[in-house]
């Protein structure tokens, strides 16, 4: 399966990243990096150190966009430290490349034209950079094999939001994005959110052989430590929630969820900005607003057991 990453790393976006460069049915092709769990220099500046610390200097990684659509970045640096990496970006080895000159946007594009039919792209931050590719170029879902996207939440299983009681982060962060995104048709466009990722806990002391499992995993565990003690004490149970690397096992194991059809809507502004809503039921019919919209996937549920496995074997 070749693979186009779009990501702000980020802890989970790192854990999916081991798992796509880990697993031989990928080939991933190039990344392109977004503002989000942090400004996009120190993202792209992450993703250049993990790509090497995982043994993969050369693939190309592309800036992307520095601010959504729409208003101002809201970092998580709560959640990924301020570097992005639980404070670890500097004990990981110093990037051995430098970005591309050319945008994240354009190098997604490009790669659309030249793998045309078979590329699979994977989103993991907000969804500025497929956005503005949307705009450059309308053409660009009819050239994707499949689109997966790590974002949004449906309020199933008391999953509303993580950045407010109504927004998930990456929806939250560029909603205008989001919304045009989910309003035009893609070849297979599958919604990975909370109601899913949450869902896929990983207990603390199973990730505890990766201290022994080499040098890059043993810093990929001490990156997660703060990201897992800011879950634990948000959600008070000891496990780590990896949203990202889920959502790529979703390529691998797409049985292991269970999927709902309908048209999303995302809300702009105002208390439930970064909302998502999903018609499923078809309530809105007769009404243009929904009825001119395309149906995706979103993931209703996930089987824990089977997931966690995936994401650990990664390492
Ligand atoms: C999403 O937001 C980011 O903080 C994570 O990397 C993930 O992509 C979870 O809401
Ligand atoms: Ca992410």
């Known amino acids: 399966m070749k693979l186009w990453f779009d990501t702000d790393p980020g802890v989970d976006d790192a854990l999916a990243l081991a798992l796509i460069l880990a697993r031989p049915e990928f080939e991933l092709l190039g990344l392109s990096t977004v503002f989000g769990n942090v400004s996009v220099e120190t993202t792209t500046a992450n993703a250049l150190r993990l790509l090497t610390l995982l043994g993969h200097p050369d693939l190309p990684v592309h800036a992307g966009a520095e601010a959504p659509l729409q208003g101002r970045p809201r970092y998580a640096t709560e959640v990924h430290g301020n570097d992005g990496l639980g404070g670890c970006a500097a004990l990981l ?140 004490t948000r959600d008070g149970r000891a496990a780590l929630v990896a949203h990202d690397a889920t959502a790529v096992a979703a390529l691998l194991a797409p049985q292991a969820f269970h999927w709902r059809r309908g048209p999303i809507r995302v809300v702009q502004g105002g208390l439930a900005h970064g909302q998502t809503v999903q018609d499923w039921q078809r309530l809105g019919q007769g009404d243009p607003q929904w009825d001119a919209l395309p149906h995706h996937e979103v993931a209703i549920d996930a089987d824990d057991e089977l997931l966690s496995q995936l994401c650990l074997r990664a390492w």
């Open 93 to 232: 080895p110093p990037a051995a490349c430098a970005a591309q000159a050319e945008s994240g946007v354009e190098a997604l594009l490009q790669a659309s034209r030249i793998h045309a039919g078979a590329l699979h792209l994977v989103a993991v931050g907000p969804l500025t950079n497929v956005a503005l590719a949307l705009r450059a170029d309308p053409e660009l879902p009819q050239r994707l094999a499949s689109f997966t996207v790590m974002g949004a939440a449906f309020g199933l299983h008391g999953f509303s939001g993580n950045v407010t009681v109504c927004a998930e982060a990456n929806i939250y962060n560029d909603a205008l994005a989001a919304s045009e995104v989910f309003a035009c048709h893609w070849p297979a466009l599958r919604v990975i959110g909370l109601d899913a990722t949450q869902r896929v806990a990983m207990p603390l002391e199973a990730l505890e052989p990766l201290r022994q499992a080499g040098p890059a995993a043993r810093l990929l565990w001490q990156a997660l430590q703060p990201y897992a003690g800011y879950y634990a």
